[in-house]
C-alpha cells in the first residue's frame, strides 16, 4: 500500500484524457444520427417541451461508450488494472437497462412490466455485489444477513435507476448530473484506489467511468443547446436515464466491494435528486395519487412553471447541489483516511436533512405564486 501523497495511476493520464475527448467526439456524431432518424417524443401534458423532440439519445451514449472502451482495451489492455469481469457485469447490466429504456421509448411498456423487468435485473445484480456489512460510524459497524442485504441492495439500484429518470424532465438537468456523477466516481477512484488494498481491481471501472462522461459530454450540447437552451434538439430518453442510474448505482456498489468507496457515497452524488424525487413521491402517496401515473410535481417543475423557465439556469442550480454534495463525499471519505474517522454517514444525514429543508421551504412558497403560462 502506498503512502498517502504518493498516489500513483490507476491508468496513464494521457489514455484516460484521450478517452474522454474520444467519446465525447464519437458521441456527437452519434447523436446526428439520432436527430436524423432516432424515434420522436411528441409533447404531452407532463412534458416540458412543446413540439416534437428526437428521444433515445442514450443509445448514442451508450453506443460511444462502449465502442471507445472497447477500443481501449483492445490496443492497451495491459495498461489497464483490474478484473474485467467487474467491468463486464457493470456495464453489461446497465447496457441492458439502457435498452430497455430505448424500448420503452418506443413502445410505451406499463409501468408494472418496466419496474418487475428492473427488479429482477437489479437482483441479479446485486446477488454479485450485495451489501452486508453497513458502516455507521466509528464502533457502529452492522452486519446484516446476505438475503436482507440483497434485498436492501436491489433497493438501492431501482431507486437510483427511477432517480434519474424522474428526474429527467429538464434540459440538461439530468444529463449533467450524470456527468458530474461519472467524474467523481473517476476521480474518487484515481484518488483512493492506489492507497486501499484492493482497489487496482477497478481499473477498469473507472475507464468505464471516464468513457461514460466523455460519452455525456458529447451529446449535452444537442440535450441542453447553447443560445437556445429551452428547445432541445434530442432527449437522452428512458435509454439513457437507465443507462446512467444503473452506471451510478451499480458503481456505488461496486467500489464498496473494493473497500474504496461506501454504499453512502451514492446517496452524496445524488443527494438533490434523491431528495426530490423521494418527497415527491411522499407527497402525493399522502394524496392517495397514483405513484405510477406521470405527473408535473416534483420541485424542479413546479420551479419551470411558478418561479423561472429558464432550463439553463435551473440545471445550473442543479448541477451546482449536486457537484457541492459529491465534493463533500469526497471530503468525508478523505477525513475517514487520514484522521481513521468514518463520519460518512452522519454526514450524508446532515446534508439529506438540509436539502429536505429546503425542498420543504421552496415548495411551500413556490405553489403560492402563480403559474408563469400554461406551459413552462
Same mark, same amino acid.
Given at each position: 500500500?502506498?503512502?498517502?501523497?504518493?498516489?500513483?495511476?490507476?491508468?496513464? $493520464?494521457?489514455?484516460?484524457?484521450?478517452?474522454?475527448?474520444?467519446?465525447?467526439?464519437?458521441?456527437?456524431?452519434?447523436?446526428?444520427?439520432?436527430?436524423?432518424?432516432?424515434?420522436?417524443?411528441?409533447?404531452?401534458?407532463?412534458?416540458?417541451?412543446?413540439?416534437?423532440?428526437?428521444?433515445?439519445?442514450?443509445?448514442?451514449?451508450?453506443? @460511444?461508450? &462502449? /465502442?471507445?472502451?472497447?477500443?481501449?482495451?483492445?490496443?492497451?489492455?495491459?495498461?489497464?488494472?483490474?478484473?474485467?469481469?467487474?467491468?463486464?457485469?457493470?456495464?453489461?447490466?446497465?447496457? /441492458?437497462? !439502457?435498452?430497455? !429504456?430505448?424500448?420503452?421509448?418506443?413502445?410505451?411498456?406499463?409501468?408494472?412490466?418496466?419496474?418487475?423487468?428492473?427488479?429482477?435485473?437489479?437482483?441479479?445484480?446485486?446477488?454479485?455485489?450485495?451489501?452486508?456489512?453497513?458502516?455507521?460510524?466509528?464502533?457502529?459497524?452492522?452486519?446484516?444477513?446476505?438475503?436482507?442485504?440483497?434485498?436492501?441492495?436491489?433497493?438501492?439500484?431501482?431507486?437510483?435507476?427511477?432517480?434519474?429518470? *424522474?428526474?429527467?424532465?429538464?434540459?440538461?438537468?439530468?444529463?449533467?448530473? %450524470?456527468?458530474?456523477?461519472?467524474?467523481?466516481?473517476?476521480?474518487?477512484?484515481?484518488?483512493?484506489?492506489?492507497?486501499? *488494498?484492493?482497489?487496482?481491481?477497478?481499473?477498469?471501472?473507472?475507464?468505464?467511468?471516464?468513457?461514460? @462522461?466523455?460519452?455525456?459530454?458529447?451529446?449535452?450540447?444537442?440535450?441542453?443547446? $447553447?443560445?437556445?437552451?429551452?428547445?432541445?434538439?434530442?432527449?437522452? !430518453?428512458? &435509454?439513457?436515464?437507465?443507462? &446512467?442510474?444503473?452506471?451510478?448505482?451499480?458503481?456505488?456498489?461496486?467500489?464498496?466491494?473494493?473497500?474504496?468507496?461506501?454504499?453512502?457515497?451514492?446517496?452524496?452524488?445524488? &443527494?438533490?435528486?434523491?431528495?426530490?424525487?423521494?418527497?415527491?413521491?411522499?407527497?402525493?402517496?399522502?394524496?392517495?395519487?397514483?405513484?405510477?401515473?406521470?405527473?408535473?410535481?416534483?420541485?424542479?417543475?413546479?420551479?419551470? %412553471?411558478?418561479?423561472?423557465?429558464?432550463?439553463?439556469?435551473?440545471?445550473?442550480?442543479?448541477?451546482?447541489?449536486? +457537484?457541492?454534495?459529491?465534493?463533500?463525499?469526497?471530503?468525508?471519505? *478523505?477525513?475517514?483516511?487520514?484522521?481513521?474517522?468514518?463520519?460518512?454517514?452522519?454526514?450524508?444525514?446532515? +446534508?439529506?436533512?438540509?436539502?429536505?429543508?429546503?425542498?420543504?421551504?421552496?415548495?411551500?412558497?413556490?405553489?403560492?405564486? $402563480? /403559474?408563469?403560462?400554461?406551459?413552462?
Amino acid at each position: 500500500m502506498t503512502g498517502f501523497w504518493q498516489i500513483t495511476w490507476l491508468i496513464p $493520464p494521457g489514455l484516460l484524457l484521450g478517452a474522454l475527448a474520444a467519446s465525447a467526439l464519437v458521441s456527437a456524431l452519434l447523436s446526428l444520427l439520432v436527430i436524423k432518424g432516432g424515434p420522436v417524443d411528441n409533447p404531452r401534458e407532463r412534458g416540458s417541451h412543446s413540439d416534437p423532440t428526437p428521444t433515445s439519445g442514450g443509445l448514442a451514449i451508450m453506443a @460511444a461508450s &462502449a /465502442l471507445i472502451i472497447g477500443l481501449v482495451i483492445c490496443f492497451y489492455g495491459a495498461a489497464i488494472p483490474g478484473s474485467w469481469r467487474d467491468g463486464l457485469i457493470l456495464f453489461g447490466f446497465a447496457s /441492458l437497462m !439502457g435498452i430497455s !429504456g430505448a424500448i420503452d421509448d418506443v413502445v410505451d411498456l406499463p409501468a408494472l412490466w418496466r419496474l418487475g423487468f428492473q427488479i429482477s435485473l437489479c437482483l441479479i445484480f446485486a446477488w454479485f455485489y450485495r451489501v452486508t456489512v453497513l458502516d455507521f460510524g466509528p464502533g457502529l459497524i452492522v452486519t446484516v444477513h446476505p438475503f436482507i442485504g440483497l434485498l436492501g441492495s436491489a433497493a438501492w439500484l431501482i431507486l437510483t435507476l427511477n432517480t434519474i429518470n *424522474f428526474m429527467d424532465g429538464s434540459n440538461g438537468l439530468a444529463i449533467g448530473a %450524470q456527468t458530474i456523477a461519472m467524474l467523481v466516481f473517476a476521480g474518487l477512484i484515481l484518488l483512493m484506489a492506489p492507497l486501499s *488494498f484492493f482497489g487496482a481491481y477497478l481499473g477498469v471501472i473507472l475507464l468505464i467511468c471516464v468513457c461514460v @462522461a466523455g460519452a455525456h459530454i458529447g451529446f449535452a450540447p444537442f440535450n441542453l443547446p $447553447p443560445g437556445t437552451p429551452q428547445k432541445a434538439k434530442a432527449f437522452q !430518453g428512458d &435509454a439513457g436515464s437507465m443507462f &446512467a442510474g444503473a452506471l451510478i448505482g451499480g458503481a456505488t456498489l461496486v467500489v464498496k466491494a473494493y473497500g474504496v468507496g461506501s454504499v453512502w457515497f451514492g446517496g452524496f452524488l445524488l &443527494a438533490p435528486l434523491l431528495v426530490d424525487v423521494v418527497l415527491t413521491l411522499i407527497t402525493r402517496a399522502r394524496k392517495h395519487a397514483n405513484v405510477f401515473t406521470p405527473h408535473k410535481e416534483h420541485l424542479y417543475q413546479i420551479w419551470l %412553471q411558478r418561479h423561472d423557465g429558464s432550463h439553463w439556469r435551473l440545471a445550473v442550480r442543479i448541477w451546482g447541489l449536486c +457537484l457541492f454534495s459529491s465534493l463533500v463525499g469526497v471530503g468525508a471519505r *478523505f477525513v475517514d483516511r487520514i484522521y481513521h474517522t468514518d463520519i460518512r454517514f452522519f454526514v450524508l444525514a446532515a +446534508l439529506i436533512i438540509a436539502y429536505t429543508a429546503g425542498w420543504l421551504i421552496l415548495r411551500q412558497r413556490l405553489l403560492t405564486r $402563480p /403559474l408563469l403560462n400554461a406551459r413552462p
